[in-house]
């Protein structure tokens, strides 16, 4: 890490003053960063909760879906802290078993590329 590192995290991201970056340690700065991220990801993910809850209503009081949409359908949330994935439960395949899942479709429902 540079001292410009240092500084786009001290100024920049926490908006300390050169008195208030350089009485701290190393440590100390890499803490407050982490927590500032942390932050910043519960409040998106707060945000994206209440999206989806009205979202959700908006998709409803259309009429134009059987099934009641909740807002647990359109966004998960953040589950990352307990342990779950943070991409939406999405697991990345590799391109050679993608291929054969998409060789048996093609057989299953008869259709040729």
Do not use: C, V
């Amino acid at each position: 890490m540079t001292w410009d590192d240092l500084k786009f995290y001290g100024y920049g991201l926490l908006r300390l003053t050169p008195s208030q970056l350089f009485e701290m340690t190393i440590q100390e700065i890499f803490d407050m960063a982490i927590a500032y991220y942390r932050r910043r990801d519960e409040e998106m993910d707060e945000q994206m909760h209440i999206l989806a809850w009205q979202t959700s209503h908006i998709m409803n009081s259309s009429g134009n879906y059987k099934k009641t949409i909740k807002p647990s359908h359109l966004y998960g949330g953040n589950d990352e802290h307990e342990g779950g994935s943070s991409n939406g439960g999405l697991t990345p395949i590799d391109r050679d078993k993608k291929n054969e899942q998409l060789a048996a479709l093609e057989e299953k429902f008869n259709r040729k590329n």
